[in-house]
């Protein structure tokens, strides 16, 4: 059960991280005129588990602010993936 928690954590850690950089770029590339990353690739990244780097991303480079899929969608699924691991947490006691 602790290998499987350490997988756990590692993999979020990593998938957050990643998802914040992303959000960043994708930031860059916009300010540039570029072709950008999708709006649903973003908003995967949020729902496979990085959702607080997503949250983050969105806030400190201010990108996707305005649009109610990321205002709401985002929180939202922060809000299932915290639920998710409280209950996870209880029933493994």
Same mark, same amino acid.
């Given at each position: 059960?602790?290998? =499987?928690?350490?997988?756990?954590?590692?993999?979020?850690? +990593?998938?957050?991280?990643?998802?914040f950089?992303?959000?960043?770029?994708d930031?860059?590339?916009?300010?540039?005129?570029?072709?950008?990353?999708?709006?649903?690739?973003?908003?995967?990244? #949020? &729902?496979?588990?990085?959702? +607080?780097? #997503?949250?983050?991303g969105?806030?400190?480079?201010?990108?996707?602010?305005?649009?109610? +899929? =990321?205002?709401?969608?985002?929180? &939202?699924?922060?809000?299932?993936?915290?639920? #998710?691991?409280?209950? #996870?947490?209880?029933?493994?006691?």
């Amino acid at each position: 059960m602790k290998l =499987f928690i350490l997988i756990l954590v590692f993999y979020l850690v +990593a998938v957050n991280v990643v998802t914040f950089f992303v959000y960043g770029y994708d930031k860059a590339l916009a300010k540039r005129h570029r072709r950008r990353v999708s709006e649903a690739a973003l908003l995967t990244l #949020a &729902a496979i588990g990085g959702s +607080a780097g #997503a949250l983050a991303g969105m806030y400190l480079w201010r990108h996707k602010t305005r649009h109610a +899929a =990321f205002v709401y969608g985002v929180p &939202a699924l922060l809000a299932l993936q915290l639920a #998710a691991a409280v209950a #996870a947490l209880l029933m493994s006691k």
